[in-house]
């Protein structure tokens, strides 16, 4: 079954904008990963956040893991058109990995 | 080129057959797994294995079997007994189970 909820389940932005995806989740996890999906390809791993950190940064991407509230919140800054895909949280405890159902970024240029 | 490859892309599947899915990595990952896609929806995992000759069911073994006789190669055999099989298949491999997966480009099955 899927354990993370992503928030909203479609978001629609101009190009310049800022897009932020939320994920809920329910138990214990080791660390929470996001990846991005474009239309009938498989997934690409964007970043990892383990379970003792709050903030990760890479380029125009940033990540908040907030364990006491279970969520973590994914932050793309100056959107482009080529960001537009589905993206998913993923969280894994002890071997486990969940993915949510994703949520479906629509950057209009 | 170091990676995970899929094979085939399309794949149709007529009714009471058993078609197999093929997935094979040169990253030296140990743990391999097998997931289900279906439209609008995330993923759900079919079965996985952390080292050779040893597999573990998912979510949604039923219909489905497995092997890892190698390292490198965990392919995925969708059987007759699967009532439902149109769906967007991928295959991950990790490192030891505990980090990044990193995905195959997919098999997409169809049933005639």
């Known amino acids: 079954s899927q354990q993370g909820e992503e928030d909203p389940q479609a978001l629609s932005i101009q190009e310049g904008e800022n897009a932020t995806m939320n994920c809920s989740y329910k138990?214990?996890?080791?660390?929470l990963q996001w990846y991005r999906q474009n239309s009938g390809r498989g997934l690409v791993h964007l970043i990892l956040?383990?379970?003792?950190?709050r903030e990760k940064h890479s380029g125009r991407l940033r990540v908040t893991l907030d364990t006491s509230k279970k969520s973590s919140s994914l932050l793309i800054t100056a959107s482009r058109a080529a960001d537009t895909a589905s993206y998913f949280c993923?969280?894994?405890?002890?071997?486990?990995?969940?993915f949510g159902a994703g949520t479906r970024l629509t950057v209009k240029p | 080129d170091g990676g995970i490859t899929q094979s085939p892309k399309y794949l149709f599947r007529k009714e009471g057959q058993n078609v197999t899915l093929s997935c094979e990595q040169n990253?030296?990952?140990?743990?391999m797994y097998w997931y289900r896609q279906d439209p609008g929806q995330g993923l759900r995992l079919i079965y996985y294995?952390?080292?050779?000759?040893?597999?573990q069911k998912g979510d949604i073994a039923e219909g489905y079997s497995v092997s890892r006789e190698k390292k490198e190669s965990f392919p995925l055999t969708v059987t007759s007994a699967q009532k439902n099989p149109t769906a967007f298949y991928l295959c991950?491999?990790?490192?030891?189970?505990?980090?990044?997966?990193?995905f195959g480009p997919g098999t997409r099955l169809l049933v005639l």
């Open positions: 991950a491999s990790s490192r030891d189970g505990q980090e990044t997966q990193y």
């Open positions: 138990t214990s996890i080791n660390n």
């Open positions: 956040i383990r379970s003792n950190e």
């Open positions: 993923a969280t894994l405890w002890n071997n486990d990995m969940r």
């Open positions: 990253l030296n990952h140990d743990a």
């Open positions: 294995s952390q080292i050779v000759n040893d597999f």
